[in-house]
């Protein structure tokens, strides 16, 4: 599987999530990783990119409240979300995108996240 994502689930509002996408080295190794997500009825949005050094940029709406980083060793790209609100609720997709140095874009399968009381 070149990006298998999980983590997702259902949280109270205020709660925590990490979210991790395991990758293939061949797509993983020196490329930009992102994470995006798609609430119903939207389109999908970027949230959150991590370079190859592990520099990280986000979104203003999830600025502070989420953090992208990732492991080298293991191949892994995660997104710890702090304080997650009604409508952070989407599914969350993994991806390489071309621009950020693979030779086409990958996405992962997508993991639903439902924040709610």
């Known amino acids: 599987v070149q990006l298998q994502a999980s983590g997702g689930g259902l949280v109270q509002p205020g709660g925590s999530l990490r979210l991790s996408c395991a990758a293939s080295?061949?797509?993983?190794?020196?490329?930009?990783m992102a994470w995006h997500r798609q609430a119903p009825g939207k389109q999908r949005e970027l949230v959150a990119i991590?370079?190859?050094?592990?520099?990280?940029e986000y979104v203003n709406a999830v600025k502070g409240r989420f953090t992208i980083y990732r492991d080298n060793a293991k191949n892994t790209v995660y997104l710890q979300m702090n304080s997650l609100k009604p409508e952070d609720t989407a599914v969350y997709y993994c991806?390489?995108?071309?621009?950020?140095?693979?030779?086409?874009?990958?996405w992962g399968q997508g993991t639903q996240v439902t924040v709610s009381s």
């Open positions: 991806n390489t995108p071309r621009w950020g140095g693979a030779d086409r874009d990958y």
């Open positions: 991590i370079d190859s050094h592990g520099t990280p």
């Open positions: 080295r061949s797509i993983f190794s020196g490329n930009v």
